[in-house]
């Protein structure tokens, strides 16, 4: 479990980017934070992964502040922490296996059979055929963002970051990547934190949803609550997307 | 101002690459690549220009001399005296900083684009250490790649001087013995290690620091080149100055 407490950021100027955000992301389920581009979310994500020292307030995994730790702790800690990253990040001199090994060769004292071991059973969780061998670039978008995937859990991580997974795929693709996170959240029973603005994510894997606007937490809640969001932003926010506009419309032309 | 401001950057990047080192199993096989990619893969074009400029050095000193009181040994020591004071050292170094100091900077920067380096700091490893510590290292064996220029560019002197009848085999070697100060040579891999570390880490903050897309990645490697043959050159100036006046 992740806990935010009056989270505040800036860069020096006098406007803060993140301005107190106080907020819980639990184990085992899928949390995500959406908002419009420029209210926050990378930065709020870059905190939550430690990469950004928070100019006020904490934030706890598992009752642990990651400011108040020792380095030697501090990188315990990261090393509990899985990413997705956007346009995936691999390697692109080493081969599928060598990606999805490197945390265990960084920070396990595993011989290369036991690390190729382990990497075989994530390669074949995440569902990749006949890719152990190719470089990142002879692989699809898809099949890259599995590697990703792959390369986020092998190390067992407690907390797993996902920013923008299914950006440039296709909408199956992109369902099945979700679908993925949201198996590999329940099965490891990670805390899952997934950064987003694409609607169709939050409808199909939004268990808690976080709405980001302007540096400010605007609304919290679920996919299922999402559309009675009584907050003019998230209504503005959800139905910008054509399709969504398309069924409300349908919906109030039924009634 | 921004000037000083890259200055500092550069000198707390520096203190980044000795700070919290990866691993060390892995960082020997980095090691052993980057001294593949950097020191045995430039060996080649070393090589063809060392000799061929070596020649043309040789060849102009021989068609300069009218005066035939002067000795033919000239060729070899006016050879030898431009090539181990400036050529190899210095001309080679220009040219490793568009060869080698391109790639460092777009490998290093397209890591940048791509978010490489940032899957790196996430996971908790220092990436100034991973990536550039290793190549600092493997610069270290660049004064082999200078001594083999130094070698060549004689070699190539010696070949054009005697099969393009300007001096005989003898006439050559002799003007390579001529007045020789070991000192030059001390001077010479002396500039040749500094001008390394400038090979490897001028282009390495250029690419590490860089910002952007696919363009910048192209820009950083051209502006990386100019910065990193204005350093050099200037430290071969201050090197000069105060080692041999």
Request: with cysteine; charged share 20%; proline share 3%.
């Amino acid at each position: 479990m992740i806990e935010v407490k009056e989270l505040k950021k800036g860069f020096g100027g006098d406007e803060l980017v993140l301005k107190g955000i106080s907020t819980t992301f639990e184990k085992g389920k899928t949390n995500l934070i959406i908002g419009q581009s420029g209210s926050g979310k990378t930065v709020f994500l870059k905190c939550l992964l430690g990469l950004f020292r928070p100019t006020e307030g904490k934030i706890l995994y598992d009752g642990q502040a990651y400011s108040e730790l020792s380095p030697e702790n501090q990188r315990t800690l990261r090393e509990q922490m899985g990413m997705v990253f956007q346009g995936s990040a691999l390697f692109d001199s080493m081969s599928v296996e060598e990606n999805i090994m490197f945390p265990l060769k960084m920070f396990t004292k595993q011989r290369k059979a036991e690390r190729r071991e382990r990497a075989n059973e994530v390669i074949k969780r995440v569902n990749l055929i006949n890719a152990n061998n190719k470089l990142p670039s002879e692989i699809s978008g898809g099949m890259q963002k599995r590697v990703a995937i792959a390369r986020a859990i092998v190390n067992n991580p407690k907390y797993l970051f996902c920013d923008e997974p299914n950006s440039g795929l296709d909408p199956r693709t992109a369902t099945l990547i979700d679908n993925l996170i949201q198996e590999i959240t329940h099965e490891y029973e990670i805390t899952t934190i997934i950064n987003t603005h694409d609607m169709n994510s939050v409808m199909e894997i939004g268990e808690k949803i976080v709405f980001l606007q302007k540096g400010h937490l605007a609304w919290e809640g679920s996919k299922d609550t999402i559309f009675r969001a009584d907050n003019d932003d998230v209504t503005n926010f959800v139905y910008s997307s054509d399709l969504f506009k398309k069924v409300r419309e349908a919906v109030i032309k039924d009634s | 101002m921004g000037y000083l401001r890259e200055i500092g950057l550069y000198i707390m990047m520096l203190k980044g690459v000795f700070i919290k080192p990866t691993k060390t199993s892995v960082l020997r096989n980095l090691i052993l690549k980057e001294i593949d990619d950097l020191i045995i893969g430039s060996l080649g074009i070393v090589c063809f220009i060392s000799f061929f400029v070596g020649g043309v050095v040789a060849i102009q000193t021989a068609l300069n001399m009218d005066n035939p009181i002067l000795p033919k040994s000239l060729i070899g020591f006016a050879s030898r005296q431009s090539i181990i004071l400036e050529f190899a050292p210095t001309f080679i170094s220009i040219i490793m900083a568009g060869k080698v100091g391109s790639f460092i900077t777009s490998s290093i920067g397209t890591m940048r684009v791509t978010e490489q380096i940032d899957a790196l700091e996430v996971m908790g490893i220092n990436s100034l250490n991973y990536l550039v510590f290793p190549k600092i290292v493997a610069m270290l064996f660049y004064p082999f790649v200078i001594a083999i220029a130094m070698f060549l560019g004689i070699l190539g002197g010696y070949t054009a001087a005697v099969l393009g009848g300007f001096a005989t085999g003898d006439q050559f070697i002799q003007g390579l013995q001529e007045d020789f100060v070991p000192f030059q040579l001390v001077y010479a891999f002396i500039k040749t290690f500094v001008f390394a570390l400038l090979l490897a880490t001028i282009p390495s903050y250029f690419g590490y620091y860089m910002k952007g897309g696919a363009l910048e990645v192209g820009k950083a490697s051209t502006t990386s080149f100019v910065w990193t043959s204005v350093f050099i050159i200037l430290s071969n100036y201050l090197i000069t100055q105060l080692l041999l006046s």
